[in-house]
């Protein structure tokens, strides 16, 4: 969990990470959110109601480390989601090559009509 711990100042943002397991007292899951693909990588929403977390759940030991976690993280998602869209084009790539050199109409295969006259 990303949270503001403070104001941000020149020594940071004030930005921190924490675990907080999913059976922590007070964190509710709610049920996945319906995508379309991605099915392995999970999302839901997730409430706090009055939870705590001890100081051992900070992750890296500082409250600014959150912010940097944060702009990593997303990095590299940016990168996940474009590979993903490019094997999404190639594949539709691939199936209209193979439709197109597949394809007939009128009994011939597509472009070769002879009934065709420009």
Do not use: C
């Not at 943002?13 to 397991?21: E, K």
């Not at 709610?30 to 997730?46: F, L, P, R, S």
């Not at 051992?56 to 959150?66: I, Q």
Request: hydrophobic share 40%; charged share 20%.
């Amino acid at each position: 969990m990303f949270a503001r711990t403070r104001p941000a100042d020149e020594n940071g943002t004030g930005i921190a990470v924490f675990l907080v397991p999913a059976d922590t007292a007070g964190v509710q899951v709610a049920n996945k959110d319906a995508k379309m693909g991605q099915e392995g990588a999970w999302t839901a929403d997730v409430h706090f109601n009055e939870v705590r977390v001890p100081n051992s759940a900070l992750v890296g030991g500082s409250e600014d480390v959150g912010y940097k976690a944060a702009m990593i993280s997303l990095a590299r998602g940016r990168v996940h989601i474009a590979a993903l869209s490019v094997g999404q084009a190639q594949r539709a790539l691939d199936e209209s090559v193979t439709y197109a050199a597949t394809a007939t109409q009128g009994g011939n295969r597509s472009g070769t009509s002879s009934s065709y006259r420009p």
